[in-house]
């Protein structure tokens, strides 16, 4: 059962979700994730949210899945910062398996109607520490000490012409 930070998702995997193999092709594992991440961050900001997604910090695909498969994925709220937050999506072990079959962090921001960055609210309830969500919490606790790219493109002076 899930705790009630997360947000619980299912996807039933069909053909047209596979790859010559007969298993899930990594652009709708992607997008399998993407829908999963988006939902709990939606769920967490509330019916305030306008959330794009700013990066995908990563993700792991740990086993092939067959088409046929009923697959779940929960998702949960792992940081928030001024406009930012990150998601982390686990996909849970398949029958007969004890390690989820994928896993990700992803990025959000909050936009505005010109989007434009924007505070998120203050009220955004992050997902306390259990067992189930320490490896991505360690993983992004090192990835948080990387900064982004973006002020690199404001110091080049990139030039539009």
């Given at each position: 059962m899930p705790a009630p930070f997360e947000t619980l998702s299912h996807r039933l995997v069909l053909p047209a979700d596979a790859n010559h193999h007969g298993t899930l092709y990594a652009g709708s594992?992607?997008?399998?994730?993407?829908?999963?991440?988006?939902?709990a961050g939606c769920r967490g900001v509330g019916p305030q949210a306008n959330l794009m997604l700013r990066r995908v910090l990563g993700l792991e695909c740990r086993r092939s899945v067959p088409v046929g498969t009923l697959v779940e994925m929960r998702g949960a709220v792992l940081q928030v910062r001024q406009c930012y937050l990150t998601v982390g999506v686990v996909?849970?072990?398949?029958?007969?398996?004890?390690?989820p079959w994928m896993d990700g962090l992803l990025g959000f921001v909050q936009v505005d109607a010109e989007g434009?960055?924007?505070?998120?609210?203050?009220?955004?309830?992050i997902l306390p520490a259990t067992p189930l969500w320490q490896p991505l919490a360690a993983r992004l606790e090192k990835l948080s000490q990387t900064k982004g790219a973006t002020a690199d493109w404001i110091d080049a002076?990139?030039?539009?012409?």
């Open positions: 594992l992607l997008r399998y994730c993407l829908e999963a991440a988006y939902a996909g849970m072990p398949l029958p007969g398996h004890t390690l434009l960055p924007a505070c998120l609210p203050e009220e955004i309830q002076g990139f030039d539009r012409d």
